[in-house]
């Protein structure tokens, strides 16, 4: 029965997502508000690949705005580009303000939109492969690793500054239609959302199958006890890449869909804040869970937005104090503290085994 | 893994015997030598105890035969050469090793551990799905173990015994056959020791084991040679009646002579400092 239970619940929940997200959503938000909704949901979907990288692989990813920023600025240049030729523009509109008369030759590729989506899903991937082998294979990692993926962030947010070719410290902003699609259209604004919320269910399942799969053992594994593991003939590197470049993945789609969503790609949504912003809803909704990121980046986005329109500068405060006090006091977050109550509470109904069944899930961070 | 091949002196598999032959082994630290030229020859089904005092390299020569740290000379696996190659590539030839500290992972369940242990060799499509059955190496290790009725466990719960016992199921499921134990009896009760040692001897017969012990009762009763490692260097070499009428041996190592009082046992060894 168990058996059964454990099998149709994933299903069920699954279900009830998409009604929330496709039915309860749309019919009870605003406009404005489900496109503010679309936008957390980009978050979310940043925060399960960080989930998986630092959550179950002990990789303190504070540079994913980087993943970020090349899935975002990417389809922030094809849009471009498609907006200034149905205008019979030879280059986008900042450009001619600036001057610059002909398409630089890196903006080239994104005219095609086919490219555009290649570019998006194997770019960020292909560059946090990269990265992690020659960071992984050197050993490096814990706090040497967190600086580093931040400095990187850093490196990318200052270089987009001095690119006038890329708009600068102002981004890359006014987009007109998205593959044809009028982006002033409700409708159109609708489908964008949908999208998000599909995506994000799927990135959900891809990670869930991770987690539970043999690798995501191996992956919890590497992270308490990397040394170990390699004595028992696997390279730890290896399996430590594979996370990163599923996260890194994750944060360059987000980053695609954010741009149509929001409306503006800048080199401040990419640099060292941002970065570190994605990790607080992480960190807050419980690192090592399936949905603690989810949720918590949802709901730590969903607080700055309507705390920040009441006390527009006590929300930076009370972030960074809610960031301690996890971090500090609850490092499983939320979903720690929800799992640690479900086990005190049968113990006071009936003396039950003291040796709890090691938890199939694993909801349990270092 | 039947019992019927119990480890002897000397190995008992013949001509056709996996070996690990070590020569010349040098591991240097800092100008500071912690293994001067040592020379080993371990046969299949020989229980080897490796003793010593502290500070004597015994560790660091484990380290140096898993690639832990580097070292020059040779170590030869059945004539395949270890020295300079990867820790996990070593782990692959079959080489496996014990931690002082048991070194399991303890938020994984004791069924989990054996399954990563037995893995290395798994394809990624394997690795991405879901554990199905049961591998019956990993049953007969369970078994073995004696660890079958805790096998949905965490490993953190497991009492220091058992998580010792779960690291040798990890070796078994991982086809090592060359197994190298550091200290596996340390901090264990009485009872606990005689059980490792039945498993040792259990496990040994098709295997070369390699024991890294301070504990010279234990020694006794469940060694079937012996080697003495001193100042980084091999003192003596033999059965342990050999070893313990060997007045060198008496000198640096057991104190005044017959008597033989033992070391007192956790002592933890602090030469890689």
């Known amino acids: ?366 | 893994m039947t019992n019927a091949t119990a480890p002897v002196f000397g190995g008992n598999a013949g001509m056709s015997s996996q070996y690990l032959e070590v020569r010349d082994l040098r591991v240097t630290f800092d100008g500071f030598t912690a293994v001067d030229g040592v020379d080993l020859t371990l046969m299949q089904g020989d229980l080897r105890f490796l003793i010593g005092p502290n500070g004597a390299g015994k560790t660091t020569l484990v380290d140096a035969i898993t690639g832990l740290v580097p070292a020059t000379g040779s170590v030869a696996k059945s004539g395949v050469e270890l020295i300079g190659k990867k820790v996990h590539k070593i782990a692959r030839l079959g080489v496996g090793r014990t931690f002082q500290t048991a070194s399991v992972f303890e938020q994984l369940s004791v069924l989990q551990n054996l399954d990563i242990a037995a893995g290395a060799g798994r394809s990624a499509l394997t690795l991405l799905r879901r554990r199905g059955s049961v591998s019956p190496q990993i049953e007969e290790a369970l078994e073995i173990t004696g660890l079958g009725h805790l096998r949905d466990k965490p490993a953190g719960i497991l009492a220091h015994g058992q998580k010792q016992w779960l690291e040798i199921g990890m070796l078994l499921v991982q086809n090592a056959d060359v197994l190298l134990l550091d200290e596996p009896v340390a901090g264990m009760s009485h009872d606990e020791r005689e059980e490792t040692g039945n498993l040792l001897r259990r496990i040994g017969g098709e295997r070369t084991v390699v024991v890294v012990e301070h504990d010279m009762d234990f020694m006794r009763a469940f060694a079937t040679s012996v080697t003495v490692l001193h100042a980084g260097k091999v003192l003596a070499e033999g059965t342990v009646e050999e070893v313990q009428a060997d007045p060198k041996v008496q000198q640096v190592y057991l104190g005044t002579a017959s008597a033989a009082e033992p070391e007192p046992t956790a002592t933890k060894e602090t030469e890689n400092a």
């Open chain 1, 1 to 366: 029965m168990t058996g059964m239970l454990t099998r149709w619940r994933p299903l069920a929940g699954f279900g009830l997502a998409a009604l929330v997200l496709f039915g309860l959503a749309p019919a009870v938000l605003s406009d404005f508000r489900l496109n503010l909704l679309g936008k957390f949901l980009c978050f979310a979907i940043v925060a399960v690949g960080i989930g998986l990288a630092w959550g179950r692989g002990g990789m303190l990813t504070l540079g994913q705005g980087v993943f970020f920023g090349l899935g975002a600025y990417m389809m922030a240049m094809h849009l471009k580009i498609a907006d200034a030729e149905l205008k019979g523009n030879d280059v986008p509109d900042f450009m001619q303000i600036a001057g610059i008369s002909e398409l630089p030759g890196y903006w080239t590729p994104f005219t095609s939109p086919f490219v555009t989506i290649l570019a998006i899903l194997v770019v960020p991937a292909l560059v946090a492969f990269v990265l992690g082998l020659g960071v992984f294979k050197r050993r490096v990692k814990g706090a040497y690793f967190a600086i580093l993926s931040q400095a990187l962030a850093a490196a990318f947010a200052i270089l987009l500054v001095g690119q006038q070719t890329i708009g600068g410290s102002n981004g890359l902003n006014r987009f007109r239609t998205f593959f044809g699609f009028n982006l002033n259209d409700p409708a159109n604004k609708r489908m964008l959302f949908f999208i998000a919320a599909g995506v994000l269910l799927l990135v959900v399942a891809l990670t869930r199958q991770l987690m539970y799969s043999r690798y995501g053992e191996l992956l919890v594994a590497v992270r308490d006890q990397e040394e170990r593991v390699r004595f028992l003939g696997y390279d730890p590197a290896n399996i430590k890449v594979v996370s990163y470049v599923v996260a890194a993945f994750f944060a360059g789609i987000a980053g695609a869909l954010f741009v149509p969503i929001v409306g503006i790609i800048s080199p401040a949504d990419v640099g060292i804040v941002p970065s570190i912003a994605f990790l607080i809803g992480v960190a807050i909704g419980g690192r090592a869970t399936l949905l603690g990121p989810v949720l918590g980046a949802i709901g730590v986005a969903w607080a700055q937005s309507t705390l920040s329109e009441n006390f527009p500068s006590g929300w930076i405060y009370a972030q960074g104090l809610l960031f301690i006090v996890v971090v500090g006091f609850f490092p499983a977050g939320v979903a720690g503290l929800i799992e640690l109550i479900r086990r005190r509470k049968p113990r006071a109904d009936a003396p039950r085994d003291e040796t709890p069944d090691a938890l199939p899930e694993l909801e349990v961070a270092r």
